[in-house]
C-alpha cells in the first residue's frame, strides 16, 4: 500500500527558511518519512519573503513585521500556493510549525511582539482548514503519528 502524503513546513525538516535563519527540525523526521511521502513547504518563502526577515505577528486579518511593515499578501500568497500544492498532492493533513503566523495552529503571537500567545490560527492554516486538511503541530506530532500507525 503506498504511502498518504504529508504537507510539512519546511524548517521542521531542517531547512533554514524560519524569519531568523535557522530550522525547527524535529526528532521524528525519520520516523516521519516511514509513514508518509512528506511534502515540505515554506509559505513565507512561497510568498515571496526572504530569508532571513523581520519577525511577523498575526494581528487580526492582518500580517505585520515589527517595524510596521504590512506583509499580509505575501502570507496570503504563500497559504494560496501552499493549499494548491496540498491539493494537488492530495495531502489530507499538515504538519506545520507551531505559533507561526503562518503555519500556527491553536495559538499564535498576539502581534505585541511580546511573545504573548492567544488563541488563533496562521494564515496558512487558516486555508487549509477551510479544505478539511487536518492540521498537527510538532506540539502533537505524537498524534500524527499514532494516527498512521492505526491505520
Given at each position: 500500500m503506498s504511502k498518504p502524503n504529508l504537507l510539512i513546513s519546511e524548517c521542521l525538516c531542517g531547512v533554514c527558511c524560519r524569519y531568523d535563519g535557522v530550522h525547527n527540525k524535529i526528532?521524528?523526521?525519520?520516523?516521519?518519512k516511514s509513514l508518509?511521502?512528506?511534502?515540505?513547504?515554506?509559505?513565507?518563502?512561497?510568498?515571496?519573503?526572504?530569508?532571513?526577515?523581520?519577525?511577523?505577528?498575526?494581528?487580526?486579518?492582518?500580517?505585520?513585521?515589527?517595524?510596521?511593515?504590512?506583509?499580509?499578501?505575501?502570507?496570503?500568497?504563500?497559504?494560496e500556493l501552499a493549499l494548491a500544492i496540498a491539493i494537488d498532492k492530495n495531502c489530507l493533513c499538515a504538519l506545520l510549525k507551531a505559533k507561526s503566523p503562518s503555519c500556527?495552529?491553536?495559538?499564535?503571537?498576539?502581534?505585541t511582539f511580546t511573545r504573548t500567545l492567544v488563541n488563533g490560527v496562521g494564515v496558512t492554516s487558516e486555508f487549509l482548514l477551510q479544505h478539511n486538511i487536518q492540521i498537527y503541530t510538532e506540539k502533537?506530532?505524537?498524534?500524527?503519528?499514532?494516527?498512521?500507525s492505526d491505520d
Open positions: 526528532d521524528c523526521l525519520e520516523e516521519l508518509y511521502n512528506l511534502i515540505p513547504v515554506c509559505p513565507e518563502v512561497l510568498g515571496g519573503l526572504l530569508t532571513p526577515r523581520p519577525p511577523a505577528e498575526r494581528i487580526g486579518n492582518r500580517v505585520q513585521t515589527r517595524n510596521g511593515i504590512d506583509v499580509t499578501e505575501q502570507f496570503k500568497r504563500g497559504a500556527g495552529y491553536g495559538e499564535i503571537y498576539d502581534g502533537n506530532v505524537q498524534d500524527l503519528i499514532k494516527h498512521n
